[in-house]
């Protein structure tokens, strides 16, 4: 920080008068130089330790305060405890003297010359701080010391509590869905901010979980992006050929670095503007650095309520609550000032305990609905984690089953890296959960396989080893059938148009408004329409002068 010379040539020349008023001493035609060189000449040489006694006890605990944060504090913090001081030019200064009735203590000991404000780095930047200078603190840090009276009481700790009567035991499902998502990757390609409709392919296809996910999967090289599409890396087979237990070791410690930003996905909150306001770094250090490394049952309301009278400006290093652009999602309101703290970083460390660290499989939860008894307890991954305990890496893997109807059954215990193969060359069916992955060999799925550079040959080698078993002998003549001849059949659902005479069939195919609803020809009276477009088809024929009923649609 500043030299005492350096804060005082921040002041106007009217605050220096009225310190050195204070002080006795007569500025009034001095220069801003020779009032600074004898302000600060004169506050080394007064007795502070003394003049602490007659301050009002508001400014002395302000003072201390201080002092015992090593002289400065974030402007927003120190205004929170000890007020904020009223910023006027010369002008104003003079016309209302606040001097003579400061509005808090730290409007005092701005005008006695115990305090300044200047920016200063930290650990998080650049901040603006309330300080003290230097040449002051070094006789002002004793009596923090040693001071008589008692220490402040010691914060309680974290208390466990009673299990819940039902619990969310820790999942483990992140690592079959994120190899859902490597597999269609692997298929299609995908497209972060255009993703399909995944419903009934995953375990749990909530957005904010799948974000994470592919954030995830993405800063870990599991996934490259080319043009907007994501594609597996080479890094993704390795991992889906680990154990579970040490792919969520992976997913966690990628986690915990990582830029995927929970306050924005935070429930109930609506984030305002693009740039990004806050490090989610400092949310999941907070919460990690108070949440006791046992496997005790422990109340999310007590956690949230030891960070806010321990580091409650955790994320918000410069203690002000007044410049991001947050919303709630119910009221609209505005969340703005310390007294939404709540509302805000409350939620957030909500959120982390029962948003990443649920799906990732560190915390088991309760059921329970109501925040103030919501509960959770570590995992045993979650202390080996944090114990620096190697993942497990042992496991025993199920074969998949291949059925003689083309269907592959991949159990959830199977090894995703069979999985991943098995998406290559099959497409896949609705999950039903508590149920294997099933997969189904249909001519494009083959077809897709070979333009990958999979030969039908690997296709049964890989079906057989996977499988632990011979190929069912259909399916192997189905794949070869298929190598020779290629899509020899195929089952559409269609919209079929039947019709009284040719003639019709000749108007609606002579006609710019229906003929290219018609595709394929079924005999001399009934022709194609497709299946979306059954529906603007009868209104154009409509248009015609030909009303048609509608069966079975």
């Keep these: 920080m500043r030299t005492l010379e350096q804060a005082l040539l921040d002041h106007e020349l009217i605050v220096l008068r009225v310190i050195g008023e204070w002080l006795g001493l007569d500025l009034t035609g001095t220069d801003k130089g020779t009032a600074v060189a004898q302000l600060a000449q004169a506050l080394t040489q007064i007795d502070l330790l003394n003049e602490m006694e007659y301050l009002e006890p508001e400014e002395a605990a302000a003072l201390t305060d201080l002092v ?142 799948r974000s994470l996910l592919l954030t995830l999967a993405t800063e870990m090289s599991l996934l490259r992006q080319t043009d907007d599409i994501l594609r597996p890396a080479r890094a993704a087979i390795d991992w889906l050929q680990q154990s579970r237990e040490a792919q969520l070791r992976a997913l966690v410690d990628a986690w915990s670095r990582s830029v995927w930003n929970e306050l924005r996905h935070t429930p109930g909150l609506v984030t305002e503007g693009e740039s990004r306001q806050n490090d989610p770094l400092l949310a999941r250090t907070a919460l990690m650095d108070v949440l006791p490394v046992d496997d005790q049952w422990y109340r999310l309301a007590d956690v949230v309520d030891v960070i806010r009278r321990q580091d409650p400006d ?67 991954r979650a202390l080996a984690w944090l114990g620096d305990e190697p993942a497990a890496v042992d496991e025993v893997r199920v074969p998949l089953v291949v059925q003689p109807d083309g269907i592959l059954l991949v159990p959830y215990n199977a090894s995703r890296y069979e999985r991943f193969q098995a998406a290559r060359i099959a497409d896949p069916e609705p999950l039903v959960v508590g149920k294997p992955y099933r997969y189904r060999i249909v001519p494009s799925s083959l077809a897709e396989a070979q333009s990958q550079g999979i030969s039908p040959e690997r296709m049964m080698q890989f079906l057989e080893s996977a499988g632990g078993r011979p190929v069912p002998a259909g399916i192997r003549r189905g794949i070869t059938r298929w190598a020779e001849k290629g899509i020899e059949g195929r089952l559409q659902a269609v919209v079929v148009l039947r019709v009284g005479n040719e003639d019709i069939l000749e108007t609606l195919r002579g006609n710019p408004k229906t003929r290219d609803y018609i595709t394929e020809a079924l005999g001399d009276l009934a022709v194609v329409i497709r299946q979306e477009e059954w529906e603007p088809f009868r209104q154009a024929v409509a248009q015609l002068g030909l009303l048609l009923d509608v069966e079975g649609l």
Excluded: C
Excluded at 353 to 379: C, F, H, I, K, N
């Design 314 to 380: 955790f994320q918000r290093p410069d203690g002000n609550y007044e410049t991001w652009y947050i919303r709630d999602a119910e009221t609209d309101d505005y969340l703005n000032g310390f007294d939404n703290w709540e509302r805000v970083e409350g939620r957030l460390l909500r959120y982390l305990v029962q948003g990443p660290l649920y799906w990732l499989g560190m915390v088991e939860l309760s059921t329970t609905a109501a925040d103030a008894d919501a509960a959770y307890r570590l995992a045993p």
């Design 68 to 209: 015992r944060q090593g002289g400065r504090a974030p402007v927003g913090v120190f205004a929170r405890e000890h007020g904020e001081v009223r910023l006027m030019g010369p002008g104003k200064m003079e016309r209302e003297e606040p001097w003579l009735d400061p509005a808090n203590a730290a409007e005092s000991l701005w005008y006695r010359g115990f305090l300044f404000r200047g920016f200063d780095q930290s650990d998080e930047g650049t901040l603006e701080f309330y300080f003290i200078p230097q040449e002051l603190l070094n006789r002002l840090a004793p009596p923090a010391a040693r001071r008589d009276d008692p220490d402040p009481p010691v914060e309680p700790a974290l208390h466990p509590v009673l299990p819940p009567d039902r619990t969310r035991p820790p999942p483990t499902d992140a690592v079959d869905d994120l190899t859902t998502l490597l597999a269609l990757a692997q298929r299609t390609g995908l497209r972060p901010n255009r993703l399909p409709n995944l419903d009934g392919l995953l375990v749990d296809a909530r957005r904010d979980r």
